[in-house]
C-alpha cells in the first residue's frame, strides 16, 4: 500500500488491480480495505481510494454529482459505478450524470448509501471492475 499525502486528502493505493472493499460504514466515516485513512465522503476505484472532496469541483447537495466527481474514477476502465447519495439520499445525481457514465459505456448504479455500499462489495467481490463515490452523511 503506497500513501500519497494531498493538501486536501489522502490517497490510497493497492497494487493489487481490484477494486477494494469497503470496510465498514457509519454516519460521517467510511473505512475502505486495505487504507488506514477514514473518510467522510470517499471515491474507490480497482486499485485505490481517496476522499471525495466536494470543494474541487463545486458539488453541493443540489445539482449534486456532476460528471467531473466522476472523472478520476472513470479514468480506471471501470466496467460500472456506484454513486451513494447518502444515508437520506439528500445528494441528488442528475441525469446528465447519468448520462455521462452511459455514453463512456459504463454501467450506473445511483443508490441510497448504505445500499449502494453493499452493491458495490458484491461486484467488487465478482471481480467487477467497479468504482464508486459516496456520500457519508445525509
Partial sequence: MLYIKYPFSR??????????????LSWGQMKVKGCST?????????GGSRTWDWRETGTNHSPGVQPADLEEVVKKDVKTVVIGRGMNE???VPASTVD????NGIDVLVLQTEKAVAEYNTLAAQGVRVG???HSTC
Fill in 11 to 24: 490517497l490510497c493505493f493497492n497494487f493489487v488491480m481490484s477494486s477494494p472493499e469497503i470496510a465498514s
Fill in 38 to 46: 477514514t473518510y467522510k465522503d470517499c471515491k474507490v476505484w480497482p
Fill in 90 to 92: 439528500a445528494l441528488q
Fill in 100 to 103: 455521462y457514465l452511459k455514453k
Fill in 132 to 134: 464508486g463515490v459516496f
